[in-house]
T-cell receptor
Framework: AQTVTQSQPEMSVQEAETVTLSCTYDTSESDYYLFWYKQPPSRQMILVIRQEAYKQQNATENRFSVNFQKAAKSFSLKISDSQLGDAAMYFCAYRSAYYTGANSKLTFGKGITLSVRP | NAGVTQTPKFQVLKTGQSMTLQCAQDMNHEYMSWYRQDPGMGLRLIHYSVGAGITDQGEVPNGYNVSRSTTEDFPLRLLSAAPSQTSVYFC??????????????FGPGTRLLVL
């Protein structure tokens, strides 16, 4: 079974600064997807960024980028030029690329609460 | 497209009552699932479906029933509510065989309080 670990429950960043959120995972599979979801106070789950395990290149989406280290099973999220609207809970998640019904679920970490100081 | 919709947004139940949480999607996704979110636990899978008429259990299925009579709808039934079922419930959907399968789209959530 796959596991996802987010060991920091809370982080804080100054507005306009850069922050990195850590995530590690454990799997025996070679092909999978990794995600970062943002959950603001509205509770809506918003997809921030997605990484395919077979791709060497790290994914980027505007101010958000990842550092994907497949051998180390590490998947951190970097937020540049932090904004007040980035304050939220962030979840790291894993999904197998071997699509059976049971494998199609998302496995989530416990989340990290990010606060942004003005 | 409305995406994934859930009703109600918030519900208070008494212990022993039953209720159905509704979930619908208009993206023709085969895969639909229910998660519950509890503080410090992340989201955990309750039940899932890979198409109409096909459902299966996830990690925490006890106390919940599902059925899938259409591609669009995937209701979650609480048979006899217990305080341990106080949680936020999310429905999610994705393609399974007919399109890009990797991304799941979430509904806005239903907050349930069982007294």
């Amino acid at each position: 079974a796959q596991t996802v670990t987010q060991s920091q429950p809370e982080m804080s960043v100054q507005e306009a600064e850069t922050v990195t959120l850590s995530c590690t995972y454990d799997t025996s599979e070679s092909d999978y997807y990794l995600f970062w979801y943002k959950q603001p106070p509205s509770r809506q789950m918003i997809l921030v960024i997605r990484q395919e395990a077979y791709k060497q290149q790290n994914a980027t989406e505007n101010r958000f980028s990842v550092n994907f280290q497949k051998a180390a099973k590490s998947f951190s999220l970097k937020i540049s030029d932090s904004q007040l609207g980035d304050a939220a809970m962030y979840f790291c998640a894993y999904r197998s690329a071997y699509y059976t019904g049971a494998n199609s679920k998302l496995t989530f970490g416990k989340g990290i609460t990010l606060s942004v100081r003005p | 497209n409305a995406g994934v919709t859930q009703t109600p947004k918030f519900q208070v139940l008494k212990t022993g009552q039953s209720m159905t949480l509704q979930c619908a999607q208009d993206m023709n996704h085969e895969y639909m699932s229910w998660y519950r979110q509890d503080p410090g636990m992340g989201l955990r899978l309750i039940h899932y479906s890979v198409g109409a008429g096909i459902t299966d259990q996830g990690e925490v299925p006890n106390g919940y029933n599902v059925s899938r009579s259409t591609t669009e709808d995937f209701p979650l039934r609480l048979l006899s509510a217990a305080p341990s079922q106080t949680s936020v419930y999310f429905c999610a959907s994705s393609y399974f065989r007919t399109g890009p399968q990797e991304t799941q789209y979430f509904g806005p959530g239903t907050r349930l309080l069982v007294l």
